[in-house]
Structures are given as C-alpha cells and as structure tokens.
C-alpha cells in the first residue's frame, strides 16, 4: 500500500458486502483495490447486515462499520439509517455490491446524490434489462447468444418445460444460485430449495456445455467500457465459486463486453459469466450487475476497476484501459481472523464497530 | 505447423494459452520441438534436430511427431 502524499484525495466511501466468506461478497475486494490506488487517502464505512461478517473486524481494511437494515424494510429505512451514518461520517462515495440491494440504492441515487453522497450505479431501465428475466429478449435484441429460459411461480411447471428444454437444465434463483438438473426429480428439489431461500420466481434455463469464462467489467454510462478483464476460474468450490483464477487474453470476450455496456450503456460495474462452447460460441448466461468477488485481480492485472469507478462516481471521465497483464492469478485462501466478544457485543448491540 | 502467436512457453517445457487459460507441461524432447516450433521450423527441419539430438529413428520420430500435433492441435495451441 502506498503511503499518503500531499497529492492524495481524501475521501470516504461506505462499502457494503463485508461477507469474506466461502460464498464472498465483493466488499473486501473492492476496499483492497480502492485502498491501493495512490490517488486516494480513504477512510473505509463498511456497511453490514450480519453481525458476523469478517469484513467487520477487519480493522486494517474497514475504518468503521455500522448495520444497515435488510433490503425487505425498504428504502425509507435504509436512507434514514443512511442519513445518520452521513452526519457523522460524511460519506463521499458509495459502493454497494449486492444485488439484492441495488433496487433500493439505485431508487435513493437522486437523495443520496442531493446529501453529497456518489454512487456510480445503472438507472433502473439498465439494471432491469440484464435481470435473469429478461436477459433471453435482451439478448435478441443485440444479437447476443443468451441461452432459452422460462420463469416459472410453479413447480407444476417443470414436465413441460423439460419437454421443451430437454435434460440437463438448469434451475435458478432470481437473485442467486443454480442447479443444474438431470430428472424431473433433481429439477423439482431444486425448484423447493432455491424457492425457500430467494422465493419466487425460478428460472429454468437451457443447459449449455463449454467453458465458463467470467469478465468484469466497468461502463461510464455512456456507452463506453472504461475496463474489461476477462478471467478463467481454475479451481471452483461445492458451490460454484472460483477458488483460483486466470486472467486471459482473448478479444472476443472483450469485444462482448464492449457490446454489452455499448447495447445498455452501463453505469457502474458488472460481471459478465459467459460459456463458451466447443465451436466458439459465446454465450452469456447471466450479467451480475455488480462487481464481482474476484474485482481485487482487476487491480492486480493493472485495471483498478473499484478504484476507477469511484473517480467516475466523483465526476472525473477516464480514457478506458487499454492493457492488462496476461496470465496474473489469484488464489484465494480462508483465514481464522481472531476477535474478541467485546467487538462482537458491540456490533450486535448497537450496530456499529 | 504453427504455435499460436501469444502462446508463451518456458524454458522447462511449461505452456500456457492466454487465451483460454489452460496449462501444459512436457517432457524434454517436447519442450525441444515447441522451441523449434517456435522458431518457425519445417517439419523436416524438426525431424532433423530432434533426431540429430536424440537417438531416435526419423521415421519412428516422424508418427511421435504426428501424435504430438494432435495433441497440440486437441489443446487448440496450434494457429
């Protein structure tokens, strides 16, 4: 990390997904980037849900943290709680990286912007049309390989969706989580378990076979993409997260995120997964319309995306990179961060560390 | 036959594809024959070296070499 110089733009930015876990949400990622870049002398807010998010304890990444309330309560509550945080921290930027809780920040972007407070996030057109819902039109309208999907609200729908789907397919939450599915069996225990933790409805997509390739990205909200980097997941856990992963050169991925935040005009950061199969088609199953997890290896290959989208947050336009190292991996590890019970009674109790 | 240009390769015989992230390790003669490769080579000229260096007959080198490109071919290293 590079020290402090009289050049260094002091800010503070509220970061939300402090949840380092098995299953991680970007947070820690993105701090570590930010923290990096040496145009910034950052103080960090993390935002949290959970009083057991690693993020929290971790004092040389996160300054101070404070509870926010879960997405359900809306936005009347998230901005008053905001509205505290604001008077004492004076937050200047804000970057949150669930999806569950982009709706409610991208509703308070005008209000929060009013207070001083920048996001750098899509309108809610933008955030909309990528939705695992309608990302199959979405794609037809530009051109783009998406694979055939159904949204389902029963799981009676399932035989006739496999008569035209056919074996394997793939059962999917809307915020989070897919099955892949080879009986109408394994399909209809998906449908129960993905239903139980993200509701209503599910999405059954066609089965594509290939090799998943993921790419984060950064639009400017005009249509052009300020940074793309495309990565390989070496290793992958129970859960279909990447343990370790590659940065590569191929044209074709970038070309396809440049069409994408061009077709959309993307604001903000998103992730792209993309299969691509045997005779080089690419499709893309999903676009996260946010950073991903594995953001920290942007900055490693030498695009600091986090670090670029708080400048475009903060109004400054960026010429967009143009090079990257090939080949930089991450390999991400578990750690047993050690804490004391006065922290946690703190966090727990009044809601902020 | 022809490496892809942006396939690095080492010293040791280590291959990486940057455009799919893929990794390979071969033995010796292998690592001898992508460096030739490298350099723009002939197949003749291949069979030439390597069996200059190796005792090993130019016809039975020849099928080896053959199996070997499938490979490389298989990988989608080769241009």
């Not at chain 1, 145009?39 to 004092?59: C, K, N, Q, T, W």
């Not at chain 1, 783009?144 to 999917?172: C, E, N, T, W």
Request: with cysteine.
């Amino acid at each position: 990390m590079e020290k402090s110089t009289n050049q260094q733009r002091k800010l503070v930015i509220a970061v939300t997904a402090l949840n380092a876990i098995d299953s991680p949400g970007p947070g820690v990622a993105v701090i570590r980037a930010i923290r990096e870049c040496p145009d910034f002398d950052v103080r960090i807010i993390g935002l949290s849900y959970e009083a057991l998010e690693p993020g929290i304890y971790m004092h040389d990444v996160v300054d101070k943290t404070y509870q926010i309330p879960y997405p359900s309560a809306g936005t009347d509550s998230l901005f008053g709680r905001l509205l505290h945080i604001h008077e004492i921290e004076k937050i200047d930027v804000l970057i949150p990286n669930f999806d569950a809780e982009l709706f409610n920040f991208i509703k308070l972007r005008d209000k929060l912007k009013a207070l001083g407070i920048h996001t750098f996030l899509p309108d809610l057109e933008q955030f909309e049309a990528r939705d695992k819902m309608k990302l199959f039109e979405f794609g037809k309208k530009h051109g783009l390989h998406v694979p055939a999907d159904r949204v389902i609200f029963s799981s009676r729908d399932l035989p006739s969706v496999a008569s035209q789907m056919g074996y394997p397919m793939v059962v999917k939450g809307k915020f989070y989580d897919a099955i892949i599915a080879n009986t109408l069996e394994q399909a209809e225990k998906a449908f129960y378990k993905i239903q139980a933790k993200w509701g209503l409805p599910i999405i059954v997509q066609e089965f594509i076979n290939g090799t998943e390739i993921n790419i984060a990205a950064l639009g400017d909200g005009e249509g052009n993409a300020i940074s793309v980097i495309p990565m390989r997941k070496l290793y992958i856990t129970d859960k279909g997260k990447a343990w370790a992963g590659i940065t590569l050169e191929e044209q074709s991925f970038i070309d396809l995120a440049k069409t994408f935040i061009k077709a959309t005009k993307w604001k903000g950061g998103c992730e792209l997964e993309v299969m691509q199969t045997s005779d080089g088609k690419s499709y893309i199953m999903e676009v996260n319309p946010r950073f991903p997890a594995w953001i920290y290896l942007t900055a490693a290959a030498g695009q600091n995306q986090p670090a670029s989208l708080v400048k475009l947050a903060l109004g400054e336009k960026l010429k967009p990179y143009t090079d990257y190292e090939v080949g930089k991996i991450f390999i991400r590890y578990a750690w047993d961060h050690i804490t004391n019970i006065a922290e946690f009674q703190k966090i727990s109790g009044t809601g902020e560390l | 036959m022809k490496l892809k240009k942006n396939v690095a390769t080492s010293e040791e015989g280590f291959i990486f594809n940057p455009s799919t992230g893929d990794s390979f390790s071969t033995n010796p003669i292998g690592k001898d024959i992508l460096v030739l490769l490298k350099e723009d080579k002939s197949v003749k000229e291949i069979i030439e070296a390597i069996c200059e260096k190796y005792d090993v007959e130019p016809a039975q080198f020849e099928k080896d070499l053959d199996d070997f490109k499938s490979q490389l071919s298989d990988y989608a290293i080769l241009d």
